[in-house]
C-alpha cells in the first residue's frame, strides 16, 4: 500500500467508525425505547408551548419575553429581554444598575447565559462598570471561543465590545455602603469631637429624600442580601434558553464569585430536557451543581418541582452537623422542562419579614407570582 493509499484507507475507515458511533450516540438519546430518558417522551410540535418563568423580581417584564416568544424570536433573546429591564433598574438593588457593592464600595456583576438550541454558553464574573453583565455574558458565548470571562479581562472584553463603562452606585447604594462599614467600624462615624459622635444613619440620611430609605437600608446592612435574577424561556419548537444575572453578595471580598455564572450552578440548560436556575446563597448551590442536578432529574423523569427540592435536600443534607444553621440563609431553584411544565422551589417558605417565596411565570396568558413549594414550610433567613 501506498503512503496516500493508506492515509485513504484510514480516514475512510475511521469516516464510516465515526458515522456509526455518531448514529449510535445520537440515537440513543431520543430513541423511543430507552425507557426513563426525558427524550422519549413524544415530541410533536403541538405537545410544545411558550412559556417564561423567573425569580419574584422579574414579573412585571414577562410580558416583553413572553411578546417575543409569541412573535416566533429567539428563547434567549426573550429572557434577556427580561433581565435587562431589571438589571437598568436603579431600584433593584441585587442586580445591575444600583447593585450593592463589595466592601469596598465597588459594585461587581456576575451573569451567564445558555441557548439550547445551539447549545452554547457564555458568562462573566466580577465585571466592573458595565450595566448589562448578561448581554456581556451573550457576546462572550456569540463573539468569542470562550466561554467564561472574569475581571478586568471581562470588563476590557466588553469595552471592545462598545458597551458603554459607567458608574453603577447609585445613591441610596452608596450611603447603604457607608451605613454598613459605618456598623462596622468607628472610624466611619463621627469623631470623638463631634455633635453627632456615634450617629451612624443621621449623618447619613440628611434630606427627606434620603430619610425614605432607612428601614431599608437598615434591612440591607443587617442582611447582605444575594438578589439575582433567573430567568428561563421555552418556544412553540420546545427550544429553551436561560440566564441569571446578579450583583452577588452584597459586601462580598472583591473577587467574590456566586453560583451565577456557573454554568451547571446558577443556570444549566440542555435543549433535550429543559432549564434550571437559582437565586440566594450562591455558596450553597455551587456545592451541589443545582441548575446540572435539577435538569438531569428532569431527563430521568422528575417534575420541574420535585427535581428542584431534590436540589434543596443536597443544600439542607449539607447542614447535617448543624441543621440550625440552615435558617440563617434563603436559596431558590427554578425549573422549566421543554414541555412547558415548570416549578420552583425554596428552602424555606417565608422570607424574614413573613412574605411567602414566590416565583413569577407567564403561560401565555398573563404574568402572575406563584408560591414557591418550600423543603421547609417556615420562615427563613435572607443571608
Ligand atoms: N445567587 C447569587 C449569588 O450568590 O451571588
Same mark, same amino acid.
Given at each position: ?6 492515509? %485513504?484507507?484510514?480516514?475512510? #475507515? +475511521?469516516? &464510516? /467508525? =465515526? $458515522?456509526?458511533? @455518531? ?46 416568544? %409569541?412573535?416566533?424570536?429567539? #428563547? +434567549?433573546? &426573550? /429572557? =434577556? $429581554?427580561?433581565? @435587562? ?20 464600595g465597588v459594585v461587581e456583576l456576575d451573569a451567564s447565559v445558555m441557548h439550547g438550541p445551539t447549545h452554547r454558553a457564555g458568562a ?260
Amino acid at each position: 500500500m501506498t503512503d496516500w493509499t493508506r492515509r %485513504k484507507f484510514f480516514f475512510s #475507515t +475511521l469516516g &464510516a /467508525a =465515526l $458515522a456509526a458511533s @455518531t448514529q449510535r450516540l445520537f440515537g440513543a438519546t431520543s430513541s423511543a425505547s430507552a425507557p426513563g430518558v426525558f427524550a422519549a417522551r413524544p415530541a410533536a410540535a403541538s405537545d410544545f408551548r411558550p412559556i417564561i418563568i423567573s425569580s419574584a423580581n422579574g414579573v412585571t417584564h414577562l410580558d416583553d419575553g413572553m411578546a417575543i416568544l %409569541k412573535s416566533g424570536g429567539d #428563547t +434567549l433573546d &426573550a /429572557a =434577556l $429581554a427580561v433581565v @435587562t429591564k431589571v438589571e437598568d433598574d436603579p431600584n433593584d438593588d441585587s442586580v445591575g444598575y444600583g447593585g450593592l457593592p463589595n466592601e469596598d464600595g465597588v459594585v461587581e456583576l456576575d451573569a451567564s447565559v445558555m441557548h439550547g438550541p445551539t447549545h452554547r454558553a457564555g458568562a462573566v464574573a466580577s465585571v466592573q462598570k458595565i450595566k448589562n453583565p448578561s448581554l456581556v455574558a451573550k457576546a462572550v458565548m456569540e463573539k468569542t471561543n470562550h466561554v467564561f470571562i472574569v475581571g478586568s479581562g471581562a470588563l476590557q472584553f466588553a469595552e471592545d465590545e462598545g458597551f458603554i463603562p459607567m458608574n453603577l452606585l447609585t445613591e441610596r447604594s452608596r450611603i447603604a455602603w457607608l451605613a454598613w462599614k459605618a456598623q462596622s467600624s468607628e472610624n466611619w462615624r463621627p469623631g470623638l469631637d463631634s455633635p453627632q459622635w456615634k450617629a451612624q444613619l443621621a449623618t447619613l440620611l440628611d434630606t427627606p429624600e434620603k430619610m425614605a430609605w432607612r428601614e431599608h437600608i437598615e434591612q440591607v446592612v443587617a442582611h447582605p442580601i444575594t438578589g439575582t435574577i433567573n430567568c428561563l424561556a421555552v418556544n412553540s419548537k420546545g427550544e429553551v434558553s436561560g440566564t441569571t444575572t446578579t450583583s452577588g453578595l452584597s459586601w462580598k471580598i472583591a473577587g467574590r464569585v456566586g453560583d451565577s455564572p456557573v454554568i451547571g450552578a446558577g443556570l444549566f440548560v440542555d435543549n433535550e430536557v429543559g432549564g434550571a436556575g437559582s437565586t440566594g446563597r450562591g455558596e450553597e448551590n455551587i456545592k451541589i451543581s443545582g441548575g446540572h442536578t435539577i435538569v438531569e432529574m428532569m431527563r430521568r423523569g422528575s417534575s420541574p418541582t420535585d427535581a428542584c427540592l431534590e436540589a434543596l435536600h443536597r443544600v439542607a443534607r449539607n447542614y447535617q452537623a448543624f441543621p440550625e444553621r440552615l435558617k440563617q440563609f434563603h436559596i431558590q431553584f427554578y425549573a422549566l422542562n421543554k414541555h412547558g411544565e415548570y416549578g420552583a422551589g425554596s428552602l424555606w417558605g417565608k422570607h424574614p419579614n413573613g412574605a411567602r417565596v414566590q416565583y413569577a411565570v407567564h403561560d401565555g396568558t398573563k404574568a402572575q407570582l406563584l408560591p414557591t413549594t418550600p423543603l421547609f414550610d417556615e420562615v427563613g433567613g435572607d443571608y
